[in-house]
T-cell receptor, first 111, second 115 residues
Framework: QQQVKQSPQSLIVQKGGISIINCAYENTAFDYFPWYQQFPGKGPALLIAIRPDVSEKKEGRFTISFNKSAKQFSLHIMDSQPGDSATYFCAAVPGAQKLVFGQGTRLTINP | KAGVTQTPRYLIKTRGQQVTLSCSPI?????VSWYQQTPGQGLQFLFE???????NKGNFPGRFSGRQFSNSRSEMNVSTLELGDSALYLCASSLLGGRDTGELFFGEGSRLTVL
């Protein structure tokens, strides 16, 4: 079964610091790697996504880094703010199959 | 454009009862997926419907079932409820199940508590 392994499960970062969440996938052909952000009481929402032919994508303070050879991708949040406190899910799209989600990371930004 | 609407938002049931949850997808979206979210298990895929046909099914017992109507609205049903069924049930709609862009549009969920 295709899996995406996400770490850490929880993360506490000081305001202004860099938050880093990592994901690793198994040996299969994934077409797309989206990250979702979920605030308490809300459903997850797409934050940023990257294709495997790109090594990095940046949108504001959020950056996805992709390492195809290591089968890993990560989310970096620069200058982390208390409003970034949420649960983050990485995911992968395996061709014509359904999305595969990581286990989630609960991020807390301390003021 | 209206988002994904899930009803009811909150409900309390007792063991052995059954429950039906409803999801209205974004207009024009033909794919509806259902997920179970619990604190320790993340997002667990239940099933996906596309144009009234079940396209994928997760590893849940037969007590969990769903369907999709011709207007793309979807329902899921859980029969003979167990305490462990307490969870947030999320519905997500998309054009192609996220296979094109990786984007699913989630509703706010139905929080089920089983006593």
């Amino acid at each position: 079964q295709q899996q995406v392994k996400q770490s850490p499960q929880s993360l506490i970062v000081q305001k202004g610091g860099i938050s880093i969440i990592n994901c690793a996938y198994e040996n299969t052909a994934f077409d797309y790697f989206p990250w979702y952000q979920q605030f308490p009481g809300k459903g997850p929402a797409l934050l940023i996504a990257i294709r495997p032919d790109v090594s990095e994508k940046k949108e504001g303070r959020f950056t996805i880094s992709f390492n195809k050879s290591a089968k890993q991708f990560s989310l970096h949040i620069m200058d982390s703010q208390p409003g970034d406190s949420a649960t983050y899910f990485c995911a992968a799209v395996p061709g014509a199959q359904k999305l595969v989600f990581g286990q989630g990371t609960r991020l807390t930004i301390n003021p | 454009k209206a988002g994904v609407t899930q009803t009811p938002r909150y409900l309390i049931k007792t063991r052995g009862q059954q429950v039906t949850l409803s999801c209205s997808p974004i207009s024009g979206h033909r794919s509806v997926s259902w997920y179970q979210q619990t604190p320790g298990q993340g997002l667990q895929f239940l099933f996906e419907y596309f144009s009234e046909t079940q396209r994928n099914k997760g590893n849940f017992p037969g007590r969990f079932s769903g369907r999709q109507f011709s207007n793309s609205r979807s329902e899921m049903n859980v029969s003979t409820l167990e305490l462990g069924d307490s969870a947030l049930y999320l519905c997500a709609s998309s054009l192609l199940g996220g296979r094109d862009t990786g984007e699913l549009f989630f509703g706010e969920g139905s929080r089920l508590t089983v006593l």
